[in-house]
């Protein structure tokens, strides 16, 4: 059991409740921010306030998980640049007058773009949307800090519990509202979907790594298409669904293939997600 202390910015959101649970199972003391806290020990916390920031943390850490973001890509371009740049700026000024051992921050594959092979840390980085942009730029300014970091790129994943703005949940929905059609984008790019389980379980343990100012990619190596998910979510709800073309939900440039290179976590000792799509899909399918 760990006594060690951990901050995560973000803490209410989807990933910060799993990875607060996770990290209390194991012993660790979880304080953390979020714009609306709604528990005693969360504390408020706006990036574009630095006030707001230095109140937060005058609870002490030992590691902070900087996951608070705008996540969703297809947000307001101008809200994803204040949260995940200027926000980025406020909270490593902060943070540079603070004492402790480790900072993770959560950036994403987005950055990779994509390409005909799995994306390893070190793939040349191919941002096809403001959102990855954005996260390039959250990186350098990381390594710029002189802060001890890690910045861990996610691949896809979801769970019970994440909002139905994002894709996999949406599908879910309609499969459990027995819904007779759904409007949807490109059915044949392939994406990693993993577990947040997963990647929460990895976000602890690159916390125990020795290795600082690295760059971890979080994922499975296993990808799917949206056409192969409808296939396995006909098959385990027993209904069908027809699919309708929408155009807002088109990207044109949107690549064929985006697939994690797990062989850096290997290296270190660390299991990657397990990419079992079908088990995830049949809890989502489960839950309230």
């Given at each position: 059991?760990?006594?060690?202390?951990?901050?995560?910015?973000?803490?209410?959101?989807?990933?910060?409740?799993?990875?607060?649970?996770?990290?209390?199972?194991?012993?660790?003391?979880?304080?953390?921010?979020?714009?609306?806290?709604?528990?005693?020990?969360?504390?408020?916390?706006d990036l574009l306030d630095k006030d707001s920031i230095k109140a937060a943390f005058r609870v002490k850490f030992d590691y902070i998980i900087h996951l608070a973001a705008v996540s969703f890509a297809m947000a307001d371009p101008a809200e994803i640049k204040n949260a995940n740049e200027i926000g980025t700026l406020n909270l490593l000024d902060t943070l540079s007058a603070v004492k402790f051992q480790k900072a993770i921050f959560a950036s994403s594959a987005s950055v990779y773009g994509g390409g005909d092979a799995p994306m390893s840390e070190n793939s040349a980085l191919n941002p096809q949307s403001i959102y990855a942009q954005s996260k390039i730029y959250m990186e350098e300014q990381i390594a710029r800090s002189g802060l001890p970091f890690i910045i861990a790129r996610p691949f896809n994943y979801t769970g019970a519990g994440q909002s139905e703005n994002f894709l996999i949940p949406k599908i879910v929905r309609h499969f459990k509202d027995e819904a007779f059609v759904i409007k949807l984008g490109n059915l044949t790019p392939k994406r990693e979907y993993n577990d947040v389980k997963d990647v929460v379980r990895i976000y602890e343990q690159l916390l125990k790594l020795e290795a600082n100012d690295e760059i971890f990619n979080i994922g499975s190596g296993k990808a799917y298409s949206i056409e192969q998910i409808l296939q396995i979510l006909r098959r385990l709800s027993g209904r069908d669904i027809a699919v309708q073309s929408d155009a807002k939900f088109i990207r044109t440039n949107d690549p064929a293939l985006l697939v994690c290179d797990t062989a850096k976590l290997l290296n270190y000792g660390i299991t990657p997600c397990s990419g079992d799509i079908e088990a995830l899909l049949r809890l989502?399918?489960?839950?309230?």
């Open positions: 059991m760990s006594s060690k202390r951990v901050f995560i910015t973000g803490i209410e959101g989807f990933t910060g409740r799993y990875l607060e649970r996770y990290l209390r199972g194991l012993g660790y003391e979880v304080s953390g921010g979020a714009l609306s806290p709604s528990a005693p020990h969360h504390a408020r916390l989502m399918l489960a839950s309230d």
